[in-house]
């Protein structure tokens, strides 16, 4: 991270979803880097024994705890070994994520498509309900939803992936409302496209639409995939507070948000950067 944007984290406590690979390491790492004690979360215990191991490599502290984030019991375990080994939450990143079927409606088994809900909307809402008592109770907490800028435009042969993600964003606006008087801020947050195994997939797999496997291909052939630095100073400078006058909001990897909070009460007082219907 660039000297202007350390953050000192030094006695909080993170919890990252997804956290085995991709923009999931690399957030728990910055966290990590940052002087938080973080718990990394993810259904493969190989990729969390080695997100683990960079970080304390590098002198950080971390813990892994396996789990699927659509498990209610099993989030309910690391919330409790998080707490137990840790120490309480102050900063929920929700990051796991699948793609879904990508391709026509009426090919795509019906299991797969609802399994798309289950780990991009369930998941942060299982994860979101376990850290919220304590967060409540010590009056402060950041909570970090990944989703999607695709929610903007229509992509038709993605559909369980972008209702998926409007859904968190809907979910983000409204919890924002609730838990800003207990000092909790919220957001929904759109990373851009870091090369990771999820674009790797979205580029290569015969089984994604072509619509939609052309846009990720053409990532690929002109070297435009966002570098990792970017969503990881956005998300650190959400994780440290220094956006919570933007809670409830949706960001993406392309706001200036410094200049965003130079001008909170305009996007205050007109509602901005949020998924609305306008007349």
């Known amino acids: 991270m660039p000297e202007d944007q350390k953050y000192d984290l030094r006695g909080q406590v993170a919890i990252v979803t997804g956290g085995g690979r991709g923009t999931g390491r690399a957030f728990a790492q910055a966290l990590a880097e940052a002087g938080a004690s973080v718990a990394v979360t993810a259904r493969t ?8 191991g960079l970080i304390r490599s590098a002198g950080g502290h971390a813990i892994s705890i396996q789990g699927d984030v659509s498990d209610s019991a099993a989030v309910e375990r690391v919330v409790k070994t998080t707490e137990l080994q840790l120490g309480p939450v102050d900063i929920l990143v929700n990051n796991a994520g699948v793609t879904g079927p990508v391709g026509a409606e009426w090919e795509a088994d019906p299991d797969d498509w609802w399994r798309t809900m289950e780990i991009n909307l369930r998941g942060p809402y299982l994860m979101t309900r376990g850290v919220l008592p304590g967060m409540v109770s010590q009056k402060c907490g950041r909570i970090i939803n990944i989703s999607s800028a695709v929610t903007v435009r229509t992509f038709p042969y993605f559909a369980p992936y972008t209702v998926s993600k409007a859904a968190i964003i809907y979910y ?14 919220v957001f929904a947050y759109h990373p851009g496209g870091p090369e990771t195994e999820m674009s790797r997939y979205l580029a290569e797999s015969s089984e994604v639409h072509e619509s939609v496997g052309n846009i990720f291909r053409g990532l690929y052939e002109r070297a435009a ?14 994780a440290s507070g220094k956006a919570d006058a933007l809670t409830g909001r949706f960001l993406i990897h392309t706001d200036d948000q410094e200049e965003m909070l130079a001008r909170v009460g305009e996007i205050e ?6 998924l609305t219907r306008r007349t």
């Open 45 to 52: 215990q190989i990729e969390l024994e080695q997100t683990v």
């Open 172 to 185: 983000t606006q409204n919890l924002a409302g609730q838990v800003k008087e207990h000092g909790i801020s």
């Open 225 to 238: 995939h966002t570098p990792m630095e970017i969503p990881v100073r956005d998300v650190m400078l959400m």
């Open 269 to 274: 007082r007109d509602d901005l950067y949020v």
